[in-house]
């Protein structure tokens, strides 16, 4: 069975800083490309990062660009979000997913992507 769970998120001022982890269990994780996605209140979900299954190519969103860092643990299992210079809009429940993709481009689409953890809550007071 395979499991994604996320942890890290909270209440920070904006300015502040977070990082999430999302730790994998029942996957062959240096196998899955790993993304970050939020869903604010009333909003659809949202692409924020991807990494590559070696952590050697990353994207992100242009709304986090400059201010967030994705990074992966193969040894641990583990994918994180570096977040910083917060801001109010960036409030949100941030998920980890998992996709099974051998392209080239990473994948940005919700429904690229296989796996899914059950999210975890950031907000960010102005």
């Known amino acids: 069975q395979v499991q994604l769970i996320e942890s890290g998120g909270g209440l920070v001022q904006a300015g502040g800083s977070l990082r999430l982890s999302c730790a994998a269990s029942?996957?062959?994780?240096?196998?899955?490309?790993m993304g970050w996605f939020r869903q604010a209140p009333g909003k659809e979900r949202e692409f924020v990062a991807a990494?590559?299954?070696?952590?050697?190519?990353?994207n992100y969103a242009d709304s986090v660009k400059g201010r967030f860092t994705i990074s992966r643990d193969n040894a641990k299992n583990t994918v994180y979000l570096q977040m910083n210079s917060l801001k109010p809009e960036d409030t949100a429940v941030y998920c980890c997913?998992?996709?099974?993709?051998?392209?080239?481009?990473?994948?940005?689409?919700?429904?690229?992507?296989?796996?899914w953890g059950q999210g975890t809550q950031v907000t960010v007071s102005s």
């Open positions: 997913a998992a996709a099974f993709t051998f392209r080239t481009t990473l994948p940005g689409m919700p429904n690229e992507y296989r796996y």
């Open positions: 029942g996957l062959t994780f240096n196998s899955y490309v």
């Open positions: 990494i590559s299954r070696s952590g050697g190519t990353t």
